[in-house]
């Protein structure tokens, strides 16, 4: 199993530019989760999702959008990068099953390394 | 609101030596989980221990050890006989539900350098 992997690895945008982060997951996963870490600081979330078709606002939700329309992706939209989301984005997912979602470990991706200029 | 504080920013050993990592949380739930990760140099987050607020038995796994005290909120994380391997960034992390689904509130990170 690859666990769960993040296309790309790397990107830089200029100020404006619309670009999306994929996530995906082949641990038939229920949840997943957008993360960014920025230096100094602990990761912060930024949405998330129960299951196919769900997904709610995290902590820091302004600038992003997300859609999960498939299990085992998801993904993560900048619609007018900004040179404040320059960040390191982790997905994350874990599964549901003690039937308490606080309960079950998150299992992250390698990151993606956003540079907004 | 949960919160969770590493107050060491940074801590800087030579190999073989005993390092602790402090992590002190803050929450109003009386059943929580508290996590453990480990970030190297490679940036990847890779998973430790995960701990419930009604077990409050310490754990030892190789190398690494955890203390949970929940009468002073806090779960701290020893590495006995470091090697240059365990240099990496430690975070600790508290498990909060939410109406649909949970979050990680996580500790700034403690920065551990092993040096031969």
């Known amino acids: 199993n690859a666990g769960v992997t993040q296309t790309p690895k790397f990107r830089v945008l200029k100020t404006g530019q619309s670009m999306t982060l994929l996530c995906a997951q082949d641990?038939?996963?229920?949840?997943m989760y957008w993360y960014r870490q920025d230096p100094g600081m602990g990761l912060r979330l930024i949405h998330y999702?129960?299951?196919?078709?769900?997904?709610a606002k995290g902590e820091v939700p302004d600038g992003y959008n997300v859609s999960r329309l498939k299990k085992q992706n998801f993904l993560l939209g900048l619609e007018s990068a900004a040179p404040s989301q320059t960040s390191v984005y982790f997905c994350?997912?874990?599964?549901?099953?003690?039937?308490?979602?606080?309960?079950?470990?998150?299992?992250f991706g390698p990151g993606t390394r956003l540079t907004v200029l | 609101a949960q919160k969770v504080t590493q107050a060491q920013t940074e801590i800087s050993v030579v190999e073989k030596e005993d390092v602790t990592l402090d992590c002190v949380y803050e929450t109003r739930d009386t059943t929580y989980y508290l996590f453990w990760y480990k970030q190297p140099p490679s940036g990847e987050l890779v998973f430790l221990i995960r701990?419930?607020?009604?077990?409050?038995q310490n754990e030892i796994s190789g190398r690494y050890s955890w203390n949970f005290q929940k009468s002073t909120s806090s779960f701290n994380f020893t590495i006995t006989a470091s090697q240059v391997v365990d240099s990496a960034v430690y975070f600790c992390?508290?498990?909060?539900?939410?109406?649909?689904?949970?979050?990680?509130?996580f500790g700034g990170g403690t920065r551990v350098l092993v040096k031969p």
């Open positions: 701990r419930n607020s009604f077990d409050e």
């Open positions: 992390a508290l498990s909060e539900l939410l109406a649909a689904g949970n979050k990680l509130t």
């Open positions: 994350a997912s874990s599964p549901l099953t003690s039937g308490l979602p606080h309960a079950d470990t998150q299992y």
């Open positions: 641990m038939n996963h229920e949840y």
């Open positions: 999702s129960v299951g196919e078709g769900t997904t």
